[in-house]
């Protein structure tokens, strides 16, 4: 190692090493325990029994599910949320109308307009007497001093816990960021990955949505295709018991036993005022609150399109999973997806924002692909142009011959600028009042502000990499999986290493046709031509060189480190005009379709240049991505 990187990591993990150490006593805890007893507000602004809820048509239906509900024949009422403004509308309707509890897990939470709105709603229902909880991951979410200060004081029915706080502190700066990867790696890099908002034990929301404008369509610049599940019924009460394990896990720690939240309640006894929210976009976040509380807008896009089941199964990796990764039951929801993928007998339609597998989902996908009849495999991915996880992608990009060919995936990878999203987006406004007012300006894209984070973003405020066109663009993050048509999982699983053997992850698995030909629907309008491109092989122009290109790219693909070939197996390919769309395997194809390049529409960049090197020399860092 040279001495100049000496003198700055043994430093820096000597630190990391004496941070990790500088847990609270527990009299420093007791005395901001005293301070926030002594300061916190105690008044409700509702008498009445049911805490003043709101009425709703979606608890409502979650409640009569509930009651016509056996042992042995469950009922349910599902909906999928696949259209940004009514998921956050769902939410919002389902926290006014909650009348006894409502507990928050998720992986990200912004302090732009659609995190501050969610938050403020929390806590307005609080004031008025719910119980409300909410968990989140540390290394994204919530790491203003004086947000949290405010929120462990706003009211004695609201509780914040972080999940995994690195170095017992609330908020993370990039050398802690780095130490932390130095010195205990392992304990930084178990993120809790679930999603999850339940109202009274009997209606949840689970998905992939964060709490960040980019998951509702609120990004001026850079928004994703995500997805959401809305459920009532007895699986609710599986939501409810999995919350309790991750509220209760020691890795659940209160504000108070941070180190920096609990100096700065310390350091201000007197209780500080929630300020309402100042948002970017006020008469967006209007509409939006009015729309939550329409019964028409409600009927439209919420009730009608709900579906009335039977099984509904709501599964999470137990908290567990972090501190014993080798235990089956830690791992139960990524063994049920896998058993699910392995039991498939006509066709597997994956959509996934990181197409990079684990050794255990290449062993299933290589054992499919080689049965006398394999199922059809159909994988709707991010494009270079269109992800902000441009590591991760690399990943993707090495292994596309193996994807192709032993998997037989078919894979269409999302143009940024796909047609489909934004037509999700005018539609969804088109059920709203008040148009958008032109004096509304949205601020620029270099005022928003980069965490900083390992590897690409997954999860930061990082842009993705610069593109040759212009306009607005949108990245996939919807995580889902529809089998044989017959069941199908919305969740916050990626089915990566990543998911597989560090993150916790949940979802929901409906067992219904209808459903299942919901979201079949849905992944494959992303497939489309108007929004992705197609993944193929080359075409062979000349043959003898071309098997040599071949040959010399498989070599090349398979060494831990230095694959450096430029010619690779597969590119990109857009249809043609006048043509329709086939299977790459069909012999017409070529005809139809035209190559495009491996990366079309990325300009050249930092971005791509680091894509390529990770590409050749990433292959270490794959478990991790």
């Known amino acids: 190692m040279p001495r100049s990187l000496c003198r700055f990591t043994f430093p820096l993990l000597l630190g990391a090493l004496l941070l990790q150490g500088c847990t609270l006593s527990r009299t420093q805890i007791r005395r901001a325990d005293a301070v926030v007893a002594a300061t916190v507000d105690h008044s409700t602004t509702c008498a009445r029994p049911d805490h003043c809820a709101v009425p709703s048509p979606l608890r409502d239906a979650a409640l009569q599910a509930l009651a016509a509900s056996t042992a042995q024949q469950p009922v349910h009422v599902v909906t999928l949320l696949d259209d940004s403004e009514p998921a956050l509308a769902a939410r919002i309707n389902l926290i006014r109308a909650a009348q006894q509890s409502i507990d928050v897990q998720t992986f990200i939470w912004d302090q732009d307009d659609a995190g501050q709105l969610v938050l403020d709603e929390l806590v307005q229902a609080a004031r008025r007497g719910v119980q409300v909880r909410i968990l989140a991951d540390q290394l994204f979410s919530l790491d203003n001093m004086d947000l949290l200060d405010r929120l462990s004081r706003v009211s004695a029915n609201l509780q914040v816990r972080l999940y995994n706080p690195t170095f017992h502190k609330a908020h993370t700066q990039p050398l802690e960021f780095a130490a932390g990867v130095l010195c205990c790696f392992m304990h930084f890099n178990q993120r809790m990955h679930n999603k999850l908002l339940l109202v009274d034990d009997s209606i949840g929301i689970t998905g992939g949505r964060n709490y960040q404008d980019r998951y509702f369509n609120w990004d001026d610049d850079f928004d994703y295709v995500d997805r959401d599940v809305m459920v009532g019924g007895p699986a609710a009460r599986q939501m409810a018991t999995s919350f309790e394990l991750f509220w209760q896990h020691k890795r659940a720690e209160p504000l108070t036993h941070l180190r920096d939240v609990n100096q700065r309640i310390l350091s201000d006894a007197a209780p500080p005022v929630w300020q309402p929210p100042h948002y970017r976009r006020p008469l967006r976040v209007a509409r939006l609150q009015q729309v939550a509380e329409d019964p028409a807008w409600l009927q439209a896009w919420l009730v009608e399109p709900t579906l009335q089941t039977g099984k509904v199964d709501y599964f999470s990796d137990m908290p567990a999973k972090t501190a014993k990764p080798d235990k089956r039951r830690a791992l139960d929801f990524t063994h049920h997806i896998m058993r699910m993928i392995a039991d498939a007998r006509r066709e597997v339609l994956l959509q996934t924002p990181y197409l990079v597998m684990s050794k255990r989902a290449q062993g299933i996908f290589r054992r499919l692909h080689r049965r006398a009849e394999p199922p059809r495999v159909i994988v709707s991915t991010n494009s270079l142009a269109s992800t902000d996880a441009f590591a991760v992608y690399a990943m993707s990009y090495k292994h596309r011959k193996r994807y192709l060919k032993k998997f037989g995936f078919e894979i269409h990878e999302l143009k940024p600028h796909a047609p489909g999203p934004a037509v999700d987006n005018q539609l969804a406004n088109l059920g709203m009042d008040t148009p958008e007012l032109p004096s509304e300006t949205a601020s620029p894209a270099s005022a928003s502000v980069a965490r900083f984070h390992l590897l690409g973003s997954r999860g930061s405020n990082n842009r993705p990499a610069p593109l040759l066109s212009e306009g607005r663009r949108f990245g996939l993050h919807a995580k889902s999986i529809v089998i044989d048509d017959a069941f199908a999982m919305v969740g916050s699983h990626n089915f990566d290493p990543r998911s597989d053997h560090y993150n916790t992850e949940a979802g929901v698995i409906v067992y219904d046709r209808t459903f299942a030909d919901q979201l079949r629907r849905s992944i494959l309008r992303d497939t489309q031509p108007e929004n992705a491109w197609v993944i193929a092989p080359r075409q062979a122009v000349i043959p003898v060189l071309s098997d040599i290109n071949q040959a010399i790219g498989s070599v090349s693909e398979q060494l831990p480190l230095f694959d450096l070939w430029p ?35 990325v300009a050249l960049s930092p971005k791509l240049i680091i894509t390529r090197l990770f590409t050749a020399f990433g292959v270490g860092a794959k478990g991790v991505l």
């Open 567 to 601: 010619f690779r197996y597969a590119t990109s390919y857009d249809l043609k005009p006048g043509c329709q769309p086939m299977r790459a395997t069909d012999p017409g194809f070529f005809a139809c379709y035209a190559p495009v390049g491996d990366f079309p529409d």
